[in-house]
């Protein structure tokens, strides 16, 4: 890429992604482009297509979850065009890494909401707690325990009682308890990849 038009993003993500400072989103346009240039996808000249986001996700903080990983990779796909362009990666990472509660509150929610209606359902749940939890060799059905804890989880977080949760619902019951975030499996990076991988992106503008 130029330095003009590395420039022009820079400025551009300096106003949208306002939890990095402009070296930090000119670090992320490089690497954006390595990991790019790394791909010998065809779509690869615009950006991440749904697998080298996948790879992302896994390689660098340690996601496993397909549903989960295809859902964050919606979140930051905001055109849905199946493709993470530039501009979506750096927005996307400021908060996904950075953001306030109030934005991760956000955007756990648009993730759990896999038919994107507008509520997480008890079927939506049942579908992402089975796929988060370790599957435990016992005699009883593991869907049993499932359906129990969605049940639990009704009961705390459903303070209309419509039997689904608005965001207002989840909003109000991680607002009383921030472990709730991530109730139904993890879409956030934890603490120790998330610093890992500012310290490798970042190193550059640190050593200034």
């Excluded at 979506?88 to 953001?99: A, M, Q």
């Excluded at 992402?128 to 593991?142: A, F, I, T, Y």
């Excluded at 109000?172 to 499996?185: C, I, P, S, T, Y």
């Amino acid at each position: 890429m130029s330095k003009r038009r590395l420039q022009q993003l820079g400025d551009a993500l300096g106003r949208s992604a306002r939890h990095f400072n402009r070296s930090e989103v000119e670090c992320l346009i490089k690497l954006f482009d390595s990991l790019v240039a790394k791909s010998r996808v065809c779509s690869a000249a615009v950006g991440f297509d749904r697998n080298m986001f996948r790879d992302v996700l896994h390689c660098t903080f340690g996601m496993t979850d397909d549903i989960l990983m295809d859902r964050v990779f919606c979140i930051f796909d905001r055109d849905n065009d199946n493709c993470i362009n530039v501009m979506e990666w750096v927005e996307g990472l400021s908060i996904f890494l950075r953001g306030t509660l109030e934005e991760k509150i956000k955007y756990c929610f648009e993730v759990y909401d896999l038919n994107r209606d507008g509520y997480i359902s008890r079927e939506e749940m049942f579908q992402l707690l089975k796929n988060s939890l370790l599957k435990q060799p016992s005699e009883e059905d593991p869907n049993e325990g499932v359906k129990d804890l969605v049940d639990i989880v009704m009961k705390k977080m459903d303070y209309d009682h419509d039997g689904r949760l608005s965001f207002m619902d989840f909003e109000k019951a991680v607002r009383d308890e921030n472990l709730l975030l991530e109730a139904f499996g993890p879409c956030l990076p934890d603490i120790k990849s998330s610093m890992a991988f500012e310290e490798k992106t970042f190193q550059e503008t640190r050593k200034l």
